[in-house]
């Protein structure tokens, strides 16, 4: 079983639409977790970080955690063709900072 | 005004060669990290450095040597380079969290 499960999409949705991307994480000790964007040919930038159970938002976004389903969500609202991009989610477990990377979902939003 | 940069940004080299790549960040973070993104996109690390100090150290190849000459700067060399070595390789920075800021990458390429 995979850390840090993702499905790699490509997650279609129009504009205008809510955009919905599923994380799923196997450690159930795991403290923090994380959203990164990376546009093509990019490196990765943070966009959202929660560490409680719950929703957590910050203008288009909100990320939502359930530890007891070892689960994390991000939605984006009001989806724009510049939020194409593909979506990491990451996690960490244990004491040393150690970030481990889902395998991302590719987010298209048509026109 | 570059947080994180890196050099090379490309870089081309044949089987057996040893290569180096350097990152250097002014965020004044502690914390410093190589990752390696294959082909398929996976973002995976390799070491992480606190204050000059080795604090992770996953499963690579010793053909690879990080080196941490203060906490600004870090290094990455590899020697005897393979086909499989091929990738994108990232330089992080942090206090010790997992909201961490990526450099441009070094796709390195060997023939």
């Known amino acids: 079983q995979k850390e840090v499960e993702q499905n790699s999409g490509p997650l279609s949705v129009p504009e205008g639409a809510i955009a919905s991307l599923n994380c799923t994480y196997s450690d159930r000790g795991s403290q923090s977790f994380f959203w990164y964007r990376q546009y093509s040919g990019k490196s990765p930038e943070l966009i959202m970080f929660i560490y409680s159970n719950g929703d957590k938002e910050d203008g288009r976004f909100t990320a939502q955690l359930n530890k007891a389903s070892q689960y994390v969500s991000l939605l984006i609202r009001d989806s724009q063709p510049s939020d194409s991009a593909t979506y990491l989610c990451?996690?960490?477990?244990?004491?040393?900072?150690?970030?481990?990377f889902g395998t991302g979902t590719r987010l298209q939003v048509t026109l | 005004d570059t947080a994180v940069s890196q050099t090379p940004k490309y870089l081309v080299t044949q089987m057996g060669n040893d290569k180096s790549i350097k990152c250097e960040q002014n965020?004044?973070?502690?914390?410093m990290y190589w990752y390696k993104q294959d082909s398929k996109k996976f973002l995976k690390i390799m070491f992480s450095y606190n204050n000059k100090e080795l604090i992770i150290n996953e499963t690579v190849p010793n053909r690879f040597s990080p080196k941490s000459p203060d906490k600004a700067h870090l290094n990455l060399h590899i020697n005897s380079l393979e086909l499989g070595d091929s990738a994108v390789y990232f330089c992080?920075?942090?206090?010790?969290?997992?909201?961490?800021?990526f450099g441009p990458g070094t796709r390195l390429t060997v023939t």
């Open positions: 965020l004044g973070h502690d914390t």
């Open positions: 990451a996690v960490i477990t244990g004491t040393a900072s150690k970030l481990t």
């Open positions: 992080a920075s942090s206090h010790g969290r997992g909201d961490q800021y």
